[in-house]
């Protein structure tokens, strides 16, 4: 079943700051591997512009956006976790 261009009605929009480049790219390429569940039902789009991390959301009914953004804040939280807990002096 396709789904109609103008069904993608449930949008909301992330914007973190990290502070620096470095951090925010982390991040992305972190959660950028873990692609959507159902592509089908919600889309995501992220960058990296000025140390922060930009996330679009966009699906087809509010529950699918937000089992996607709360799945995703929780990936967030535990990247951003680690940064603080291990990136201080750290080599990369």
């Known amino acids: 079943m396709a ?10 929009d992330l914007e ?3 502070g620096s480049e470095e951090n925010a790219s982390i991040v992305y390429a972190t959660i ?6 159902q592509p089908d ?3 995501r789009q992220m960058s990296v512009s000025d140390g922060k991390l930009s996330v679009h959301f966009e ?6 956006l937000r089992a996607s953004y ?5 990936v967030l939280i535990l990247a951003t976790k ?3 807990e291990f990136g201080k002096g750290m080599e990369l």
């Open 82 to 84: 680690t940064i603080e």
């Open 41 to 43: 039902k919600v889309k």
């Open 32 to 37: 950028a591997v873990d692609k959507e569940l």
């Open 3 to 12: 789904i109609a261009p103008n069904a993608w009605e449930f949008i909301c």
């Open 16 to 18: 973190v700051d990290f």
């Open 59 to 64: 699906a087809v009914e509010a529950r699918f």
């Open 70 to 74: 709360s799945a995703f804040v929780d």
